[in-house]
């Protein structure tokens, strides 16, 4: 098992710019979602989604979007790409009935 | 909705000492509370929880304690190791939302030879 796999690792965006930054999993776990990870404030919940067809907010859901096509991928939408999003991004899924979090090896995203 | 405050924010000690690591939760409903540990460039990764209907919890050198009334709940690592240097975060699950992690801004452990 690969466990959760995100692409790209590493992304410089120019302010304005879109892109998609991706998830899968190959455990077959029902809920999946995106946290932004920043100096000094921890781990922020962007969205997540408990099956396919089905997503919601987190804590900072501007500017991001998400859908969940699938069970396996759960990709991150910056449409217009923002100094403010430059972070670290995990993707982390769990499934039906636990609360421990698999996470995903991050993506370092600069937006100039 | 939720809130974590984690403290401190860094936090050095001496090989062979304890370190513990505090948090505080806003959410009277929280019934879950994990701890992970992320190591430098490295994912996040479980190492211990608690949940509401338990005081305590110990794996080896590891223990979580949970205080309800007051609506904290803490880290304790005894015996550090050098290994052991790393950011650590707490975080708490509402009952409503049994997926919805919401974390504190993490420790930077730091345990000097």
């Known amino acids: 098992n690969a466990g959760v796999t995100q692409t790209p690792k590493f992304q410089v965006l120019k302010t304005g710019q879109s892109m998609t930054l991706q998830c899968a999993q190959d455990?077959?776990?029902?809920?999946m979602s995106w946290y932004r990870q920043d100096p000094g404030m921890g781990l922020r919940l962007i969205h997540y989604?408990?099956?396919?067809?089905?997503?919601d907010q987190g804590e900072v859901p501007n500017g991001y979007n998400v859908s969940r096509s699938t069970t396996e991928d759960f990709p991150l939408r910056l449409l217009s790409a923002a100094p403010s999003q430059t972070s670290v991004y995990f993707c982390?899924?769990?499934?039906?009935?636990?609360?421990?979090?698999?996470f995903g090896s991050g993506t370092q995203l600069s937006v100039l | 909705g939720e809130n974590v405050e984690q403290h401190p924010s860094t936090l050095s000690v001496q090989e062979g000492d304890s370190a513990v690591i505090k948090c505080t939760y806003s959410?009277?409903?929280?019934?879950?509370f994990p701890w992970y540990k992320q190591e430098l460039g490295k994912r996040p990764q479980l190492i211990i929880d608690?949940?509401?209907?338990?005081g305590e919890k110990k794996d080896q050198r590891i223990a979580v304690t949970l205080n309800k009334t007051a609506k904290h709940f803490s880290l304790h690592i005894t015996e550090t190791q050098p290994e052991d240097s790393a950011v650590y975060f707490c975080?708490?699950?509402?009952?409503?939302?049994?997926?919805?992690?919401?974390f504190g801004s993490g420790t930077r452990l730091l345990v000097r030879p």
């Open positions: 455990m077959n776990h029902e809920y």
């Open positions: 982390a899924s769990s499934y039906f009935g636990s609360e421990k979090l698999f």
């Open positions: 608690i949940r509401s209907n338990v």
């Open positions: 989604s408990v099956g396919a067809g089905i997503t």
């Open positions: 975080a708490a699950v509402p009952r409503d939302s049994s997926y919805k992690l919401i």
């Open positions: 959410d009277s409903a929280s019934n879950y």
